[in-house]
């Protein structure tokens, strides 16, 4: 959950496409690499576990180990053994920001629109009312859309971390990861 006044769900966090053509393990590498080139998390941010993870976006638990092995493997993540994963400073790392991030997103956008058989001109239309009513949105809301590093920095991601029933007791009989 994350608390900003408000409760968000983890599955609205790391919201998955079960008919997107991309693997569900692919699809939340890509979310953890927005969130985190976006600044939703920061340098020394401790990722929820792989459990707790794979229980609220209910997907399997090796789907999301695959996940941050291939996100340490890149270097976006720093895991620490019997202490969990955090967010590496990827600040110098080539290629990684918000807005490379976003130029992929684009064009990732524009290939499934054309794969739908939309036009360019039909793309740009459906865009721009998106785009318009997102304004709208924000500025009914009375946001200006940029949050502040601090404010972000806030943000407290939480996950449940209460093993299954008989799991403790596996992991002492030595059955258990």
């Not at 502040?148 to 258990?176: I, S």
Request: charged share 25%; glycine share 10%.
């Amino acid at each position: 959950m994350v608390e900003l006044g408000r409760t968000i769900p983890a599955g609205d966090l790391f919201e998955l496409d079960n008919a997107s053509s991309l693997p569900v393990w692919l699809q939340l590498k890509n979310r953890f690499i927005y969130l985190i080139t976006s600044g939703f998390y920061l340098p020394g941010d401790q990722l929820p576990t792989v459990r707790g993870l794979a229980a609220q976006v209910e997907v399997n638990y090796n789907t999301v180990s695959k996940v941050y092995q291939s996100l340490e493997e890149d270097g976006y993540i720093i895991s620490k053994r019997r202490q969990g994963a955090f967010v590496a400073d990827v600040s110098d790392k080539p290629g990684v920001s918000a807005s490379v991030m976003a130029e992929a997103l684009t064009a990732e956008y524009l290939q499934r629109c054309t794969e739908l058989g939309l036009s360019l001109e039909d793309i740009d239309a459906q865009f721009t009312a998106a785009l318009v009513a997102a304004k709208a949105k924000r500025d009914k809301n009375g946001g200006t859309g940029h949050d502040t590093q601090e404010a972000r920095r806030g943000r407290l991601v939480k996950f449940p971390d209460a093993p299954a029933e008989g799991a403790a007791d596996e992991r002492a009989a030595g059955n258990g990861a």
